[in-house]
Structure formats: structure tokens, C-alpha cells
């Protein structure tokens, strides 16, 4: 799991000669058994919903399912545009990872993604972003209603306060009003899903500021998941945790691609690595490459991927 | 770096120096504090008696009676100020702090901030003009009134901003769990400044009891029991005011006393919403 996917992969394009900087279309390249790249977790080979459909390592970024899809997006604050026109796919049940160097747009673009950018006062947005069918910027949305289905994790971990930790598992359902059919199952299942069911099982009444950083992490991802979105955004989450707090959080991304689309904001660019199936990189609010994340790390295009991800900047 | 020893002796003196001062310039600042506390005390606990919370003022010449009325007065006052001044006070409170950025929030903050500075006298006259004019009649309703346009502002302020001090971040997770933003700031933002805005809202409860100069023509005085709202009402503060600019030496005795159960209750109110502040730092 935590092993050095750019070295690794790098050895095995070594040794393959293969080259994916132009990837074909799945069907047209020969794919002999012995030329695929068995690094990345087998299990999402097997899993039942990912086999269905061509598998995502041989899927190029042409041919992505796109759960979402940004299409020249454009983002500003007051009078300054951040994103300067991203057109992206987001593959489905598969984790997309954006990196890139502080200030080049990778936030914003995520908060675009289930219109919290224009949260902040001065904050504005124009293209389109297609959720499905629709473009969640089309003016009759309700914002409101896309947040239900794209879920977001933030920077810090926020429980809310007030709230005991059932109560912060619960509370999108109940200040959205929904009635809870059994709420202790679902917190149950939405503490499970995180892991975090056995830590804190005894202590439910407890506030969800008592946990650990990692641990509240946790708990704002089932909070998210209690919702059941369709989406959910992380925005650097592991930041503010500890190595060993982030390997959890970074499995739990793993466990969680069988369900959810997911999209990752990171400045790791070994975390891209290690749970990212596309990483996309931005620089100064725009889109420079963006591929399959083996390709990105081993075998990038542009020469500032290659200089960004070898540290020679950012 | 060796500056000579001379340099470091300098300023070790200089410190004992500055420091002496500053503990000197403390006792000064509380020796008025300390003596009111004592004067008040010595000279009030002697009328403190059953009498004195339960009975009717008695009449000169009488000795006994109490300011049972005068106690109920100053709770019923006080009530009705908070009724009056809370609610809306709360309420733009958080307007400005949820759109306070606009032009108008900012003059609504300035207007605030200018009202909590005019002499509370003044307050009394224009509830005089406005109300008692008005019904022609001192009440406790009027009073009530010229309190809560006291409290208005402090409860205001007050709530903004402790609403500013909650993070954006429980906002923003509100959001991200698509919870309509009126929604977020009801059950979120005011849910978790609650406390701290109840610890101010106690404290401007606490000043407007003690004030006597805009109750003097709006509630006036009552040496009897009153009824409803609409009738003149006795208070602490202005009986202590009445009694004490008396020739009787059995009404200064009074007006000690009631000064005394001010100061107590004052400082009872005062001392809770210190100990709640402080109680709920610490469960943080």
C-alpha cells in the first residue's frame, strides 16, 4: 500500500519498454496478460462494479466514464481569476487526484466542483460542470441540492462542536430534515465505513471534539457518507494528520473508490500516487496535463509536470 | 554577544522598577473597589432583615418596613427590558455579523456602537417624550422600554461577535452537507455561540439593573404594591436614590440596605457569567 509508486513503476516501464505517452484506445492496443501493469490494487480488478466496465488502468483519459466533467471552467475572486478555463473529466467509482503548487487553483477548483466556491463573498464561477446530465451551474440548480450529492471533506478536520459524535454523524441527515428510520444503524454503518466504528462504540454520547485530529477526520467523512452522495471531495485531508493518521484516511480512499467518485486535492504527491487512478496537474490556475497517474509520475508529457513532480519547483 | 555587566544590572533595576509600578498602579485601582465593598456592607448589612425583602415602605415617622415592592419592581423592570431588548438585539446581532459587511450593516455597527456611548439620562427623556407623554402616566412599561434601548446595543454587539469568533470552517461544513445557509446559521453558527452569547446577555442584564437615571421619569416610584404594567413601579435603584437624599435616618438606613442588595445581586450575576465563561473554555 505505502510502497513508492514513480520508483516502482518507473523500474517496470524500465523494463517493459512499453510507451503510454500517447495512450491508445483500450480496444485497438494488444493487451497481453504479461503487459499490464499489476501494480495498483488488484482489488479494484475484481470488484464486481469496476470489472463491468473496462478496466480503469486501460481505460486513456479520452475514454473516461465521467461521473463529472468540468468544462472550461472559469473562477474568480473579485477581480482576480484563479481558474482560468479547465475543461476535466472525472472518472466514475475511480479516485481523481489534483496536485499542483500552492495558489495554482486546485481548491477552487474542487469547491467548484459542488458550488462552495461561490460561498465566499466575491467568489464567482462561469462555465459549465456537469454532474450526470446536468450542469450544476445552470442558473434554476439549487445549490443546496448538488452539495447533497457531492459531499466534501475539508483541510481541517470540523466536527461540529455541539454535537456528540453520533449527533455530527447524523447531522447532514437532520438539518436537512430527513426523518431517521434508524438512525443507530445508519450511524452505525457510516462509522464502519470510515473504521472508526471500533474506537468509538463505547462513547457515541461523547463530543466529536474529543477524538484524536485523525479521528475527527474520520468522523467528518461519515458525516459526508451519512448523506449518501454520489461524489465526495477531499480537500487535502490528510494535512493536518499524522503519518500514521494518513495511512488510515489514505486506506479508507481505497475502500471507498468501490463506491463513491471520489476527488482528491493533494500537496503529497506521494499521496497522489498511492491512492489516485488519474491525477490531474494544475499551475497557475490551468490544467497542464492530466492522465492516468502512472503515466503522470513515470512518464509525464509536459516538461513543468516532470519539474513539479521531481521538485524542481512548487 | 557580552554588553558589560553594567548594561545587564541597568536592566534588571529598570525591571524591578516597572514592575513595582505596576503593582503599585493595581492597588490603586483596587482600593475604590475594595472600600465601596466594605462601606456598603458595613453601612447596609444592619437594615437587611425579613422586613426588608417582604414588607411596603413605611410611612415617615414609622420605623420598620422594607422595599418588597421595590425588589419585585427592579425583576419585573428588568424583565420587561429583556423582553424588549433581547430578541431584537439577538436578531442583529446576527444580521450583522452573517451581511454585516454591507454599507449598511457597517452604519447599523456604527449607530450601535454610538448608542451604547449616550448617557443613559438621555435615554430617559426620550422615553419620557415618546411613552409617558404619551399614555400620561409613569409605568413600568415605559421603564422597561428606556431599559432595553440601554441593552439594545451591548446585546447586539455582544452577539456579533461572539458569532464572528465561531469558525468558518463549521459554516462551511454546514454548507458542504448542502444545508440551506439560513438553516447553517440557525442550528450551527448560533447553536455554538450560544453559551457565550447568554454569558453577555447576562452581563448587559446586570448593567441596566443599576440604572436609576432613565427609570427617574419613566417608571418613577411606587411606595406600594403594583399592578400590571401600566402603573407606577418602585426600583431599587431609584428608591436608593429617594432614601438617601432624605433627612431621615431611618431611610438612609433603608437606602444602605437596598444598596447593598444591588450590589449583591450585581455582583452574583456578574460573578455566574464569569464562572460560565470560564467553564466552558475549559470543556472546549
Same mark, same amino acid.
Given at each position: 500500500m505505502?510502497?513508492?509508486?514513480?520508483?516502482?513503476?518507473?523500474?517496470?516501464?524500465?523494463?517493459?519498454?512499453?510507451?503510454?505517452?500517447?495512450?491508445?484506445p483500450?480496444?485497438?492496443?494488444?493487451?497481453?496478460?504479461?503487459?499490464?501493469?499489476?501494480?495498483?490494487?488488484?482489488?479494484?480488478?475484481?470488484?464486481?462494479?469496476?470489472a463491468?466496465?473496462?478496466?480503469?488502468?486501460?481505460?486513456?483519459?479520452?475514454?473516461?466514464?465521467?461521473?463529472?466533467?468540468?468544462?472550461?471552467l472559469?473562477?474568480?475572486?473579485?477581480?482576480?481569476?484563479?481558474?482560468k478555463?479547465?475543461?476535466?473529466?472525472?472518472?466514475?467509482?475511480?479516485?481523481?487526484?489534483?496536485i499542483?503548487?500552492?495558489?495554482?487553483?486546485?481548491?477552487?477548483?474542487?469547491r467548484?466542483?459542488?458550488?462552495?466556491?461561490?460561498?465566499?463573498s466575491?467568489?464567482?464561477?462561469?462555465?459549465?460542470v456537469?454532474?450526470?446530465?446536468?450542469?450544476?451551474?445552470?442558473?434554476?440548480?439549487?445549490?443546496?441540492?448538488?452539495?447533497?450529492?457531492?459531499?466534501?471533506?475539508?483541510?481541517?478536520?470540523?466536527?461540529?462542536?455541539?454535537?456528540?459524535?453520533?449527533?455530527?454523524?447524523?447531522?447532514?441527515? &437532520? /438539518?436537512?430534515?430527513?426523518?431517521?428510520?434508524?438512525?443507530? !444503524? @445508519?450511524?452505525?454503518?457510516?462509522?464502519? %465505513?470510515? *473504521? =472508526?466504528?471500533d474506537?468509538?462504540?463505547? &462513547? /457515541?454520547?461523547?463530543?466529536?471534539?474529543?477524538?484524536?485530529? !485523525? @479521528?475527527?477526520?474520520?468522523?467528518?467523512? %461519515?458525516? *459526508? =457518507?451519512?448523506?449518501e452522495?454520489?461524489?465526495? /471531495?477531499?480537500?487535502?485531508?490528510c494535512?493536518?494528520?499524522?503519518?500514521?493518521?494518513?495511512?488510515?484516511?489514505?486506506?479508507?480512499?481505497?475502500?471507498?473508490?468501490?463506491?463513491?467518485?471520489?476527488?482528491?486535492?493533494?500537496?503529497?504527491?506521494?499521496?497522489?500516487?498511492?491512492?489516485?487512478?488519474?491525477?490531474?496537474?494544475?499551475?497557475?490556475?490551468?490544467?497542464?496535463?492530466?492522465?492516468?497517474?502512472?503515466?503522470?509520475?513515470?512518464r509525464?508529457?509536459?516538461?513543468?509536470?516532470?519539474d513539479?513532480?521531481?521538485?524542481?519547483?512548487? | 554577544?557580552?554588553?558589560?555587566a553594567?548594561?545587564?544590572?541597568r536592566r534588571?533595576?529598570?525591571?524591578?522598577?516597572?514592575?513595582?509600578?505596576?503593582?503599585?498602579?493595581?492597588?490603586?485601582?483596587?482600593?475604590?473597589?475594595?472600600?465601596?465593598?466594605?462601606?456598603?456592607?458595613?453601612?447596609?448589612?444592619?437594615?437587611?432583615?425579613?422586613?426588608?425583602?417582604t414588607?411596603?415602605?413605611?410611612?415617615?415617622?414609622?420605623?420598620?418596613?422594607?422595599?418588597?415592592?421595590?425588589?419585585?419592581?427592579?425583576?419585573?423592570?428588568?424583565?420587561?427590558?429583556?423582553?424588549?431588548?433581547?430578541?431584537?438585539?439577538?436578531?442583529?446581532?446576527?444580521?450583522?455579523?452573517?451581511f454585516?459587511?454591507?454599507?449598511?450593516?457597517?452604519?447599523?455597527?456604527?449607530?450601535?456602537?454610538?448608542?451604547?456611548?449616550?448617557?443613559?439620562?438621555?435615554?430617559?427623556?426620550?422615553?419620557?417624550?415618546?411613552?409617558?407623554?404619551?399614555?400620561?402616566?409613569?409605568?413600568?412599561?415605559?421603564?422597561?422600554?428606556?431599559?432595553?434601548?440601554?441593552?439594545?446595543?451591548?446585546?447586539?454587539?455582544?452577539?456579533?461577535?461572539?458569532?464572528?469568533?465561531?469558525?468558518?470552517?463549521?459554516?462551511?461544513?454546514?454548507?458542504?452537507?448542502?444545508?440551506?445557509?439560513?438553516?447553517?446559521?440557525?442550528?450551527?453558527?448560533?447553536?455554538?455561540?450560544l453559551?457565550?452569547?447568554?454569558?453577555?446577555?447576562?452581563?448587559?442584564?446586570?448593567?441596566?439593573?443599576?440604572?436609576?437615571?432613565?427609570?427617574?421619569?419613566?417608571?418613577?416610584?411606587?411606595?406600594?404594591?403594583?399592578?400590571?404594567?401600566?402603573?407606577?413601579?418602585?426600583?431599587?435603584?431609584?428608591?436608593?436614590?429617594?432614601?438617601?437624599?432624605?433627612?431621615?435616618?431611618?431611610?438612609?438606613?433603608?437606602?444602605?440596605?437596598?444598596?447593598?442588595?444591588?450590589?449583591?445581586?450585581?455582583?452574583?450575576l456578574?460573578?455566574?457569567?464569569?464562572?460560565?465563561?470560564?467553564?466552558?473554555?475549559?470543556?472546549?
Amino acid at each position: 500500500m505505502n510502497m513508492d509508486f514513480s520508483t516502482s513503476l518507473a523500474k517496470k516501464a524500465a523494463q517493459k519498454k512499453v510507451d503510454d505517452a500517447e495512450p491508445k484506445p483500450a480496444e485497438t492496443r494488444p493487451t497481453p496478460e504479461s503487459a499490464k501493469p499489476t501494480t495498483m490494487e488488484p482489488a479494484a480488478a475484481t470488484s464486481p462494479e469496476i470489472a463491468s466496465r473496462p478496466r480503469w488502468d486501460e481505460v486513456s483519459v479520452s475514454q473516461i466514464t465521467a461521473k463529472m466533467r468540468a468544462e472550461d471552467l472559469h473562477a474568480s475572486f473579485g477581480s482576480s481569476e484563479v481558474i482560468k478555463g479547465i475543461s476535466l473529466p472525472i472518472a466514475e467509482k475511480l479516485v481523481t487526484a489534483i496536485i499542483g503548487p500552492s495558489g495554482c487553483g486546485k481548491s477552487t477548483f474542487l469547491r467548484c466542483l459542488n458550488r462552495m466556491h461561490e460561498v465566499v463573498s466575491g467568489a464567482t464561477a462561469k462555465g459549465k460542470v456537469w454532474l450526470d446530465q446536468q450542469d450544476i451551474y445552470e442558473r434554476d440548480v439549487d445549490p443546496v441540492r448538488v452539495r447533497g450529492r457531492v459531499g466534501m471533506v475539508f483541510q481541517k478536520p470540523n466536527p461540529f462542536p455541539t454535537m456528540s459524535i453520533r449527533d455530527n454523524v447524523l447531522a447532514g441527515l &437532520r /438539518l436537512n430534515g430527513v426523518k431517521l428510520k434508524d438512525p443507530d !444503524g @445508519q450511524v452505525e454503518s457510516a462509522l464502519r %465505513a470510515v *473504521a =472508526l466504528w471500533d474506537e468509538v462504540k463505547d &462513547r /457515541l454520547a461523547k463530543a466529536g471534539t474529543s477524538l484524536s485530529g !485523525g @479521528q475527527q477526520q474520520r468522523l467528518c467523512i %461519515a458525516r *459526508a =457518507l451519512a448523506l449518501e452522495p454520489e461524489v465526495l /471531495l477531499m480537500d487535502e485531508p490528510c494535512s493536518a494528520l499524522d503519518p500514521i493518521a494518513t495511512a488510515r484516511v489514505e486506506e479508507l480512499i481505497h475502500e471507498l473508490r468501490e463506491a463513491y467518485t471520489i476527488v482528491i486535492v493533494t500537496h503529497n504527491m506521494q499521496q497522489a500516487a498511492r491512492v489516485a487512478n488519474f491525477t490531474a496537474f494544475f499551475y497557475l490556475g490551468q490544467l497542464i496535463e492530466y492522465n492516468r497517474t502512472q503515466v503522470i509520475f513515470t512518464r509525464p508529457k509536459e516538461q513543468r509536470t516532470e519539474d513539479y513532480i521531481t521538485g524542481r519547483f512548487g | 554577544m557580552n554588553l558589560g555587566a553594567a548594561t545587564y544590572v541597568r536592566r534588571k533595576l529598570t525591571d524591578r522598577i516597572v514592575r513595582s509600578l505596576c503593582v503599585l498602579g493595581t492597588v490603586i485601582a483596587l482600593i475604590p473597589l475594595a472600600s465601596v465593598l466594605y462601606y456598603v456592607v458595613s453601612r447596609g448589612i444592619g437594615g437587611i432583615n425579613l422586613d426588608f425583602f417582604t414588607e411596603l415602605p413605611k410611612p415617615v415617622g414609622e420605623s420598620g418596613g422594607g422595599m418588597g415592592n421595590a425588589l419585585v419592581g427592579t425583576l419585573k423592570l428588568v424583565g420587561l427590558a429583556g423582553l424588549f431588548g433581547i430578541p431584537p438585539g439577538v436578531l442583529a446581532g446576527i444580521y450583522l455579523a452573517e451581511f454585516g459587511a454591507s454599507k449598511f450593516g457597517g452604519a447599523v455597527r456604527f449607530a450601535a456602537d454610538v448608542m451604547s456611548g449616550v448617557p443613559s439620562i438621555t435615554v430617559g427623556i426620550f422615553v419620557y417624550s415618546l411613552v409617558v407623554v404619551t399614555t400620561k402616566q409613569f409605568s413600568a412599561l415605559a421603564g422597561g422600554i428606556a431599559l432595553a434601548i440601554l441593552m439594545l446595543p451591548m446585546v447586539t454587539r455582544t452577539t456579533e461577535e461572539l458569532l464572528k469568533l465561531v469558525p468558518e470552517s463549521l459554516r462551511e461544513a454546514a454548507l458542504g452537507l448542502g444545508v440551506p445557509k439560513w438553516r447553517a446559521t440557525l442550528r450551527i453558527m448560533l447553536r455554538t455561540a450560544l453559551p457565550g452569547i447568554a454569558v453577555g446577555v447576562m452581563l448587559s442584564v446586570a448593567r441596566v439593573a443599576g440604572e436609576t437615571a432613565p427609570l427617574l421619569f419613566t417608571a418613577s416610584n411606587n411606595s406600594f404594591w403594583s399592578t400590571g404594567v401600566m402603573d407606577q413601579e418602585a426600583s431599587l435603584p431609584v428608591n436608593i436614590y429617594t432614601k438617601a437624599i432624605s433627612p431621615y435616618e431611618d431611610w438612609h438606613r433603608q437606602a444602605w440596605a437596598a444598596a447593598l442588595v444591588l450590589l449583591m445581586t450585581l455582583l452574583i450575576l456578574n460573578v455566574t457569567a464569569r464562572f460560565l465563561v470560564r467553564t466552558r473554555v475549559r470543556a472546549r
